[in-house]
């Protein structure tokens, strides 16, 4: 049975790119990689410190077999895989064809490419979502594609001695019938597919959709929290497994003062540490390390720790700190 080793798991996606509601996705200035290597230093604070690095690659209808198979975004992502950190890789699954044995074929190349330097390999990207075109869950056979997936690339890690990889999926937030996916998914999957699951993501963003009043922050979070482990997870089988906080962030913008978002990520981090051990909950990967573009008022722009220069907000200093009390 997995464990949750004491302290949290930190990280975060250092790419300058974010995907929107409509399926586009927010650009601006390339990434700098001297500037990037400088903030993940300064976040992960001391060499050697457990950190991820978040980072994502796609499987379409084009990808060719046999590679190579670069890293989406950031760009070269292994250069950041140092002085302790590993990759969070997250391989996209996109086929309109539905095409599982591309993705199996794709992941186990995967495996073999970044194995030695990743430790978790997040099969599919919000696959409960059905209706953006940026994530998986709009393309068919998406849970088939987790399935088989898992248990590919889970083999292909064994195969290669990567006791380290752990393998594992991820959704947003589900309520009502939505509950029912991970559910479905574990019926239908089977031992098999269950047996070889390392950890659960979970994607989540909350007072940014829908806004809360601050004092309604934490219990907000406490709450959801709650719910993903005792009546999506634990239905399904996978109460035993450690649940990640793959995604979570707060923008700034018009009506959104950065000082806010220090206030979000102090009590979101809070939260998960005071409950990582009744509810197993592993770490915790903010998105995202810089604003897409600075200049532009949206949300999806300016979700960055830092603004598109790298100019760090107040909840970069925050976050830094709550690393140093609750990492590994």
Known sequence: MPRTPEGLLFGVYPGSVAGDDTGRLAEGPPDDPARVTAALDRLQGRPGRPFLVRAYTRYDDTTPPGGPHPTATPAAAERYAVRGRRLDLVAQYQSTTG??????RFLCELVELYGPVTDTLQVTEEPNVTSVPTLDGHYPAVREAIVH????????????????????FN????????????????????PGFTDDLDYIGLDFFPDVFQPLAPPDLAPAVEALLRHHRDTVLTPAG???????????????GPGRPPSR???VVETVVRVVAAQARPLRLSGYTHFALRDADSSRPGVFHRFGLTTDDYTPKPAFATLARLVGEFSR
Not at 149 to 168: C, D, M, N
Not at 171 to 190: C, M
Not at 245 to 250: C, F, K, L, M, Y
């Open 261 to 263: 978002q220090a206030e």
């Open 149 to 168: 997936g898992v248990s590919a690339a889970k083999e292909r890690a064994r195969e290669l001695g990567h006791t380290h990889l752990r393998v594992g």
């Open 238 to 252: 996978l109460g035993r497994l450690p649940l990640h906080i793959t995604e979570h962030g707060w923008p700034t």
């Open 99 to 104: 095409d599982i044995d591309g993705y199996r």
């Open 171 to 190: 959704t947003t937030p589900l309520f009502g019938p939505a509950a029912s996916f991970v559910t479905e998914l574990t019926e239908h999957g089977g």
